[in-house]
Protein backbone atom coordinates (compact mmCIF):
# COMPACT_ATOMS: atom_id res chain seq x y z
CA UNK A 1 0.00 0.00 0.00
CA UNK A 2 1.37 3.70 -0.34
CA UNK A 3 2.58 5.34 2.06
CA UNK A 4 -0.06 7.27 4.62
CA UNK A 5 -0.03 10.88 4.43
CA UNK A 6 1.27 13.29 7.56
CA UNK A 7 -1.45 12.94 9.54
CA UNK A 8 -2.85 9.58 9.60
CA UNK A 9 -0.56 9.39 12.21
CA UNK A 10 -1.70 5.36 13.75
CA UNK A 11 -1.69 4.03 9.69
CA UNK A 12 1.50 5.68 8.99
CA UNK A 13 3.56 4.42 12.80
CA UNK A 14 2.05 0.90 11.43
CA UNK A 15 3.44 1.53 7.56
CA UNK A 16 6.81 2.42 8.90
CA UNK A 17 6.63 -0.97 11.29
CA UNK A 18 5.77 -3.12 8.49
CA UNK A 19 8.18 -1.70 5.89
CA UNK A 20 10.91 -1.41 8.28
CA UNK A 21 11.16 -5.14 8.45
CA UNK A 22 12.76 -4.71 5.25
CA UNK A 23 12.95 -8.44 2.91
CA UNK A 24 12.06 -10.88 5.58
CA UNK A 25 9.80 -13.78 4.74
CA UNK A 26 6.25 -12.72 5.00
CA UNK A 27 5.05 -14.93 7.07
CA UNK A 28 8.34 -14.26 9.50
CA UNK A 29 7.99 -10.42 9.36
CA UNK A 30 3.63 -10.65 9.98
CA UNK A 31 4.91 -12.31 13.69
CA UNK A 32 7.65 -10.02 14.42
CA UNK A 33 5.55 -6.98 13.46
CA UNK A 34 2.67 -8.26 15.62
CA UNK A 35 4.82 -9.52 18.51
CA UNK A 36 6.64 -5.35 17.67
CA UNK A 37 3.55 -4.05 18.29
CA UNK A 38 1.71 -6.30 20.86
CA UNK A 39 5.09 -5.23 23.02
CA UNK A 40 4.37 -1.61 22.95
CA UNK A 41 1.80 -1.79 25.41
CA UNK A 42 0.71 -4.41 29.02
CA UNK A 43 -2.01 -6.37 28.58
CA UNK A 44 -4.91 -4.71 29.38
CA UNK A 45 -5.42 -7.60 32.45
CA UNK A 46 -1.94 -6.32 33.45
CA UNK A 47 -2.94 -2.82 33.56
CA UNK A 48 -6.26 -3.28 35.09
CA UNK A 49 -4.85 -5.15 38.10
CA UNK A 50 -1.89 -2.91 38.50
CA UNK A 51 -4.36 0.12 39.11
CA UNK A 52 -6.65 -1.90 41.25
CA UNK A 53 -3.86 -2.65 43.68
CA UNK A 54 -2.31 0.68 43.32
CA UNK A 55 -5.89 2.35 43.86
CA UNK A 56 -6.34 -0.05 47.13
CA UNK A 57 -3.18 1.52 48.59
CA UNK A 58 -4.46 4.99 48.04
CA UNK A 59 -7.45 4.20 49.63
CA UNK A 60 -6.91 2.70 52.87
CA UNK A 61 -6.43 6.16 54.26
CA UNK A 62 -9.42 7.40 55.37
CA UNK A 63 -7.96 10.90 55.96
CA UNK A 64 -7.26 11.05 52.36
CA UNK A 65 -10.34 10.45 50.00
CA UNK A 66 -9.51 9.89 46.38
CA UNK A 67 -12.54 9.56 43.36
CA UNK A 68 -12.27 9.54 39.76
CA UNK A 69 -15.14 10.70 37.73
CA UNK A 70 -15.65 12.58 34.67
CA UNK A 71 -12.36 13.07 33.45
CA UNK A 72 -11.52 14.54 37.31
CA UNK A 73 -9.54 12.71 39.58
CA UNK A 74 -10.18 14.52 43.34
CA UNK A 75 -7.96 14.36 46.17
CA UNK A 76 -10.10 15.42 49.20
CA UNK A 77 -8.21 16.49 52.29
CA UNK A 78 -10.98 14.47 54.56
CA UNK A 79 -10.06 15.43 58.64
CA UNK A 80 -12.78 17.79 59.05
CA UNK A 81 -12.43 17.42 62.96
CA UNK A 82 -8.63 18.62 62.58
CA UNK A 83 -9.62 21.51 60.19
CA UNK A 84 -7.63 18.76 57.72
CA UNK A 85 -4.44 19.41 59.39
CA UNK A 86 -1.35 16.98 57.70
CA UNK A 87 -0.17 14.31 59.39
CA UNK A 88 3.40 12.49 58.23
CA UNK A 89 0.93 9.40 57.19
CA UNK A 90 -1.25 12.00 55.02
CA UNK A 91 2.00 13.30 53.36
CA UNK A 92 2.55 9.93 52.07
CA UNK A 93 -0.60 9.18 51.13
CA UNK A 94 -0.87 12.31 48.89
CA UNK A 95 2.26 11.59 47.24
CA UNK A 96 0.98 8.10 46.09
CA UNK A 97 -2.43 9.48 44.78
CA UNK A 98 -0.67 11.62 42.70
CA UNK A 99 1.83 9.32 41.59
CA UNK A 100 -1.55 6.95 40.63
CA UNK A 101 -3.35 10.42 39.45
CA UNK A 102 -0.19 11.03 37.03
CA UNK A 103 -0.59 7.83 34.80
CA UNK A 104 -4.64 7.11 35.58
CA UNK A 105 -7.20 8.16 32.86
CA UNK A 106 -8.09 11.42 34.20
CA UNK A 107 -7.52 14.81 32.36
CA UNK A 108 -7.21 16.75 35.38
CA UNK A 109 -6.20 16.41 39.24
CA UNK A 110 -8.10 18.58 42.27
CA UNK A 111 -7.63 18.93 45.48
CA UNK A 112 -9.94 20.54 48.12
CA UNK A 113 -11.01 20.27 51.44
CA UNK A 114 -13.97 18.52 54.14
CA UNK A 115 -15.77 20.72 56.12
CA UNK A 116 -15.49 24.78 56.53
CA UNK A 117 -11.52 24.43 56.26
CA UNK A 118 -9.69 23.67 53.08
CA UNK A 119 -6.17 22.81 55.31
CA UNK A 120 -5.06 24.22 58.58
CA UNK A 121 -1.31 23.16 57.76
CA UNK A 122 1.00 20.71 59.28
CA UNK A 123 -0.45 18.92 62.43
CA UNK A 124 1.82 20.09 64.80
CA UNK A 125 1.83 16.78 67.25
CA UNK A 126 4.11 15.58 64.26
CA UNK A 127 7.18 16.77 66.35
CA UNK A 128 5.63 16.48 69.69
CA UNK A 129 4.53 12.62 69.52
CA UNK A 130 7.47 11.29 67.48
CA UNK A 131 8.94 8.52 69.06
CA UNK A 132 12.34 9.55 68.77
CA UNK A 133 11.83 12.96 70.11
CA UNK A 134 12.33 16.43 68.07
CA UNK A 135 15.97 15.29 66.20
CA UNK A 136 13.83 11.99 64.58
CA UNK A 137 11.08 14.28 64.08
CA UNK A 138 13.17 16.70 61.79
CA UNK A 139 15.01 13.94 60.27
CA UNK A 140 11.82 12.12 59.17
CA UNK A 141 10.05 15.40 58.12
CA UNK A 142 12.59 16.84 56.21
CA UNK A 143 13.19 13.94 53.84
CA UNK A 144 9.18 13.35 53.64
CA UNK A 145 8.77 16.83 52.29
CA UNK A 146 11.02 16.91 50.04
CA UNK A 147 9.73 13.85 48.35
CA UNK A 148 5.88 15.44 48.88
CA UNK A 149 6.87 18.89 47.39
CA UNK A 150 8.45 17.18 44.49
CA UNK A 151 5.86 15.26 43.92
CA UNK A 152 4.02 18.03 42.80
CA UNK A 153 6.86 20.08 40.93
CA UNK A 154 7.03 16.92 38.85
CA UNK A 155 3.42 16.18 38.33
CA UNK A 156 2.11 16.70 34.91
CA UNK A 157 -1.20 17.11 34.34
CA UNK A 158 -3.35 20.69 35.31
CA UNK A 159 -3.28 20.53 39.06
CA UNK A 160 -6.19 22.69 40.66
CA UNK A 161 -7.13 23.84 44.10
CA UNK A 162 -10.36 24.38 44.78
CA UNK A 163 -10.10 26.08 48.71
CA UNK A 164 -13.62 25.59 50.05
CA UNK A 165 -12.27 27.65 53.59
CA UNK A 166 -9.10 28.96 55.38
CA UNK A 167 -5.76 27.40 54.12
CA UNK A 168 -2.21 27.75 56.92
CA UNK A 169 1.38 26.89 56.26
CA UNK A 170 2.11 24.61 53.83
CA UNK A 171 -1.30 24.40 52.09
CA UNK A 172 -0.91 28.41 51.19
CA UNK A 173 2.38 27.69 50.04
CA UNK A 174 2.11 25.09 47.90
CA UNK A 175 -0.67 27.15 45.69
CA UNK A 176 2.58 28.39 43.91
CA UNK A 177 2.80 25.20 42.40
CA UNK A 178 -0.73 24.91 40.86
CA UNK A 179 -1.62 25.53 37.57
CA UNK A 180 -5.12 27.14 38.68
CA UNK A 181 -6.46 28.37 42.57
CA UNK A 182 -10.02 28.50 42.74
CA UNK A 183 -11.36 30.45 46.27
CA UNK A 184 -15.03 30.77 47.67
CA UNK A 185 -15.07 34.26 49.27
CA UNK A 186 -14.67 32.61 52.97
CA UNK A 187 -11.15 31.33 51.91
CA UNK A 188 -8.18 32.71 54.21
CA UNK A 189 -4.89 32.65 53.59
CA UNK A 190 -2.14 32.72 56.04
CA UNK A 191 1.34 31.41 56.61
CA UNK A 192 2.49 32.18 60.23
CA UNK A 193 6.05 30.94 59.93
CA UNK A 194 7.75 33.64 61.96
CA UNK A 195 5.32 33.36 64.48
CA UNK A 196 6.40 29.53 64.98
CA UNK A 197 9.69 30.18 64.83
CA UNK A 198 9.73 28.51 61.19
CA UNK A 199 10.64 29.48 57.93
CA UNK A 200 9.06 28.96 54.10
CA UNK A 201 8.90 25.56 52.71
CA UNK A 202 7.30 24.27 49.43
CA UNK A 203 9.10 26.38 47.06
CA UNK A 204 7.25 29.79 48.14
CA UNK A 205 10.58 31.96 48.90
CA UNK A 206 10.92 31.54 45.32
CA UNK A 207 7.56 31.39 43.75
CA UNK A 208 5.88 34.00 45.71
CA UNK A 209 7.95 36.96 45.08
CA UNK A 210 7.58 35.72 41.50
CA UNK A 211 3.87 35.67 41.85
CA UNK A 212 3.43 38.56 43.83
CA UNK A 213 6.44 40.74 43.94
CA UNK A 214 9.43 40.99 46.59
CA UNK A 215 7.45 43.20 49.37
CA UNK A 216 3.92 41.29 49.37
CA UNK A 217 5.65 37.87 49.77
CA UNK A 218 7.58 39.30 52.64
CA UNK A 219 4.09 40.41 54.52
CA UNK A 220 2.87 37.03 54.38
CA UNK A 221 6.20 35.06 54.46
CA UNK A 222 7.92 37.13 57.23
CA UNK A 223 5.42 39.11 58.75
CA UNK A 224 2.50 36.03 58.59
CA UNK A 225 -0.38 39.03 57.09
CA UNK A 226 -3.24 36.85 56.18
CA UNK A 227 -4.88 37.60 53.28
CA UNK A 228 -8.47 37.21 52.18
CA UNK A 229 -9.60 35.63 49.14
CA UNK A 230 -10.36 38.80 47.20
CA UNK A 231 -6.62 39.87 48.19
CA UNK A 232 -4.92 36.52 46.77
CA UNK A 233 -6.86 37.16 44.10
CA UNK A 234 -5.65 40.68 43.63
CA UNK A 235 -1.99 39.20 44.31
CA UNK A 236 -2.08 36.72 42.16
CA UNK A 237 -1.92 34.06 43.86
CA UNK A 238 -5.63 33.15 43.25
CA UNK A 239 -7.10 32.44 39.91
CA UNK A 240 -10.67 33.54 40.55
CA UNK A 241 -12.80 34.28 43.56
CA UNK A 242 -16.63 32.94 43.79
CA UNK A 243 -19.40 33.40 46.17
CA UNK A 244 -19.53 30.72 49.17
CA UNK A 245 -23.32 30.04 48.17
CA UNK A 246 -22.67 29.33 44.73
CA UNK A 247 -18.74 28.12 44.89
CA UNK A 248 -19.24 24.22 44.29
CA UNK A 249 -21.64 24.56 42.19
CA UNK A 250 -19.94 26.97 40.03
CA UNK A 251 -16.32 25.89 40.12
CA UNK A 252 -17.26 22.10 39.46
CA UNK A 253 -19.31 22.81 36.35
CA UNK A 254 -16.54 24.36 34.58
CA UNK A 255 -14.28 21.63 36.13
CA UNK A 256 -15.94 19.40 34.47
CA UNK A 257 -15.68 21.20 30.87
CA UNK A 258 -12.03 21.96 31.53
CA UNK A 259 -11.89 17.84 31.97
CA UNK A 260 -12.88 17.42 28.33
CA UNK A 261 -10.13 19.34 26.91
CA UNK A 262 -7.34 17.00 24.66
CA UNK A 263 -5.90 16.06 27.98
CA UNK A 264 -2.88 15.37 26.03
CA UNK A 265 -2.40 19.00 24.40
CA UNK A 266 -2.98 20.01 28.11
CA UNK A 267 0.08 18.09 29.64
CA UNK A 268 2.68 19.70 26.47
CA UNK A 269 1.53 23.19 27.14
CA UNK A 270 1.98 22.88 30.96
CA UNK A 271 5.40 20.97 30.11
CA UNK A 272 6.33 24.16 27.98
CA UNK A 273 5.17 26.48 30.64
CA UNK A 274 6.91 24.98 33.48
CA UNK A 275 10.11 22.55 32.02
CA UNK A 276 12.20 25.58 31.67
CA UNK A 277 12.07 25.81 35.95
CA UNK A 278 11.89 22.42 37.12
CA UNK A 279 15.62 22.26 37.81
CA UNK A 280 15.24 25.61 39.83
CA UNK A 281 12.54 24.39 41.84
CA UNK A 282 13.82 21.50 42.77
CA UNK A 283 17.24 23.06 43.92
CA UNK A 284 14.90 25.64 45.93
CA UNK A 285 13.14 23.21 47.28
CA UNK A 286 16.26 20.97 48.68
CA UNK A 287 17.50 23.99 50.39
CA UNK A 288 14.25 24.64 52.19
CA UNK A 289 14.47 21.51 53.41
CA UNK A 290 17.67 21.72 54.84
CA UNK A 291 16.80 24.87 56.37
CA UNK A 292 13.20 23.70 57.76
CA UNK A 293 15.32 21.08 59.46
CA UNK A 294 17.70 23.05 61.08
CA UNK A 295 15.17 25.31 62.16
CA UNK A 296 12.70 22.44 63.50
CA UNK A 297 15.63 21.68 66.12
CA UNK A 298 16.58 25.35 67.42
CA UNK A 299 15.69 27.05 70.50
CA UNK A 300 13.56 28.88 69.09
CA UNK A 301 11.23 26.85 66.62
CA UNK A 302 10.73 23.94 69.77
CA UNK A 303 9.74 26.37 72.51
CA UNK A 304 7.43 28.05 69.54
CA UNK A 305 6.01 24.78 68.68
CA UNK A 306 5.53 24.03 72.41
CA UNK A 307 3.90 27.28 73.64
CA UNK A 308 1.62 26.91 70.22
CA UNK A 309 0.64 23.72 71.52
CA UNK A 310 0.38 24.64 75.06
CA UNK A 311 -2.57 27.10 74.32
CA UNK A 312 -4.39 25.01 72.05
CA UNK A 313 -4.34 22.19 74.86
CA UNK A 314 -6.12 24.73 77.22
CA UNK A 315 -8.63 26.10 74.92
Aim: glycine share 6%; with cysteine; net charge neutral.
Amino acid sequence: MPKPGVFDLVNKAKWEAWNSLGSLPKETARQNYVDLVSSLSPSAEASSQGKHEADEKAQKSKDIVVTSEDGITKIVLNRPTKKNALTFEMYQDIILALKNASTDNSAITVFTGTGDYYCSGNDLTNFTSAAGGMEEAASKGAVVLREFVNSFIDFPKPLVAVVNGPAVGIAVTLLGLFDAVYASDKATFHTPFSHLGQSPEACSSYTFPKIMGSAKATEMLLFGKKLTAREAWAQGLVSEVFPDSTFEKEVWTRLKGYAKLPPNSMRISKELIRNNEKEKLHAVNAEECTTLKAKWLSEECINAIMNFVSRKAKL
